[in-house]
């Protein structure tokens, strides 16, 4: 799907209508409702802010909108696959699509359905009319278009509500100049919502935002392990890491849960401190283990789930293993492994202030997939 206005357009879709993607064009977004009553398209003719044009569309109609840019492209089944994400919960404010240079028929049905985010970023962006009748639209006293995306998403998380990123729909945009710094917050942004930045932070933090990320660079190249070492890369450029020394304490955990690749497990035998093995286990993709007795016996006393714990024998099947992981992530691990790194971060003393990092959940945003 194509935008054609000069800033952006708001495509409104109604709550029992089904969209079949395919039969909007660009010859349906120059005739808005053509034989789709369902379907509004309204165009920013006027040329005007980005802010007052989003406005316009969620009060002009009570539906569901989607704020599209011009520049974005979506996959067939995107939009779809992006209000069913919005609906799957009454706690969900807004829906993203993942933003990728991939093909837009890339196949993404084994990935987790869906990944919470900190904020609302990008040129794609559903928003639930329900939300917008509780906390109202986007406040016109921001400047930049993204402050007002994230100021609305943080007043949407207050209300107890989710803002959430749809893995299986993609988006093609014009992708950022490479090596331009995503710009600062704005002080009005941050004095509304001082921990804005250290809670955007920590979101991106561990393998769940990622996880489609992962799965792409897969089929672009063969599938990156680190056998946690000391890398002489940054960890983001590969997709597992393969835990096989045993984790001595909780910081040393919280690191491992907060490095970006899936995590897979091996040497239980050799852990003194069997919480710490509990914990690592369950947040882990896949425990290896040497034979059928030691399986047997984890599976017991860990309460392990059967189907994460494998008999590896051999260097082809721990390549076989690593590939699975990537191909088909555990969501249940993944969500245990976020809820265990956030409370352990949450005791730990934090001076000073939170370290800056890049805003970016999309699929580009991984180093080392081109």
Aim: glycine share 4%; hydrophobic share 40%; charged share 25%.
């Amino acid at each position: 799907m194509r935008g054609c206005c000069a800033s952006c357009k708001v495509i409104v879709r109604s709550w029992s209508c089904t969209l079949q993607l395919r039969t909007i064009t660009l010859q349906l977004a120059q005739q808005p409702q053509g034989d789709r009553p369902e379907l509004v398209v309204l165009q920013n003719d006027a040329k005007q802010r980005r802010i007052t044009s989003w406005n316009r569309g969620l009060f002009l109609c009570g539906r569901d909108v989607l704020l599209l840019d011009s520049t974005v492209v979506l996959s067939e089944r995107g939009v779809e696959e992006m209000l069913e994400v919005l609906h799957s919960s009454d706690r969900v404010a807004s829906v993203v699509p993942i933003t990728s240079d991939v093909a837009l028929d890339a196949d993404l049905a084994t990935v987790p359905r869906s990944t919470d985010v900190a904020t609302l970023r990008g040129s794609c962006v559903l928003v639930s009319h329900l939300v917008v009748n509780m906390i109202g639209g986007f406040d016109p006293a921001f400047e930049r278009a993204r402050d007002s995306l994230d100021d609305w998403a943080m007043r949407a998380q207050r209300m107890g509500l989710r803002l959430v990123r749809a893995n299986r729909a993609l988006a093609v945009t014009k992708p950022s100049p490479r090596g331009e710094a995503a710009p600062a917050p704005s002080q009005l942004l941050l004095a509304r919502h001082p921990h804005f930045q250290e809670q955007a932070n920590a979101a991106l933090l561990g393998a769940e935002p990622r996880a489609a990320a992962h799965f792409v660079a897969s089929r672009r190249g063969p599938v990156r392990v680190e056998r946690a070492g000391r890398p002489s890369e940054p960890l983001e450029q590969f997709q597992v890491l393969y835990q096989s020394d045993p984790i001595d304490d909780a910081a040393q955990l919280l690191a491992v849960l907060e490095s970006p690749c899936h995590l897979v497990l091996a040497g239980s035998e050799a852990y003194r401190n069997r919480a710490l093995l509990f914990a690592a286990a369950h947040s882990a993709q896949a425990v290896v283990t040497a034979s059928e007795q030691d399986r047997a016996r984890l599976i017991e006393d860990l309460v392990l789930d059967p189907a994460a714990v494998e008999v590896v024998e051999s260097e082809s099947g721990l390549t076989s293993l690593f590939h699975e992981v990537v191909d088909r992530p555990r969501e249940r691990s993944l969500r245990y492994r976020a809820l265990l790194a956030n409370f352990l971060r949450s005791l730990k003393q934090r001076p000073g202030q939170p370290r800056a990092a890049p805003l970016a959940d999309d699929v580009r945003s991984v180093p080392g997939n081109r």
